[in-house]
Nanobody
C-alpha cells in the first residue's frame, strides 16, 4: 500500500519561495505519476501540477505556470514542488497524490484518477 507524506509547508512572504516534498513509502514511486493539488478555504480543490512516472512529462495549472516547478527523484522515492514568486492567492493546503493511470495534458488534474493521497501541508503566503 503506497503511503504519501507531504512536508515543507509554512509561512512565507509574498515573492518568497518554498519547496514542498512528497515522500512515498510502501511501494516504489516510479510506478506512479504524481500530482500536486491545493485547496484554499471556501474553494474547491484544484490541480497544481503533475509529473509522469518517468518524469518525461510535466503539467501545470494556469495560475502557477512559470512560477512552480515539479520534479522527482525516484531513487529517493520523493517528488518535489518548487514554488517561487509566491502570492497570497497561493495560500492553501497542498496535497500530493499518486496514480498509475495515464496522464495527459487534458486529464492530469482529474482527481478521481488518483488513488493515493497524502494528508496535506499548509502553505500561507502573507506579509
Amino acid at each position: 500500500q503506497l503511503q504519501l507524506v507531504e512536508s515543507g509547508g509554512g509561512l512565507v512572504q509574498p515573492g518568497g519561495s518554498l519547496r514542498l516534498s512528497c515522500a512515498a513509502s510502501g511501494a516504489r514511486l516510479d510506478y506512479y505519476a504524481i500530482g500536486w493539488f491545493r485547496q484554499a478555504p471556501g474553494k474547491e480543490r484544484e490541480g497544481v501540477s503533475c509529473i509522469s512516472n518517468g518524469a518525461s512529462s510535466t503539467y501545470y495549472g494556469d495560475s502557477v505556470k512559470g512560477r512552480f516547478t515539479i520534479s522527482r527523484d525516484n531513487a529517493k522515492n520523493t517528488v518535489y514542488l518548487q514554488m517561487n514568486s509566491l502570492k497570497p492567492e497561493d495560500t492553501a493546503v497542498y496535497y500530493c497524490a499518486a496514480t498509475n493511470l495515464m496522464t495527459t495534458p487534458t486529464i492530469w488534474s482529474a482527481q478521481s484518477r488518483y488513488t493515493y493521497w497524502g494528508q496535506g501541508t499548509q502553505v500561507t503566503v502573507s506579509s
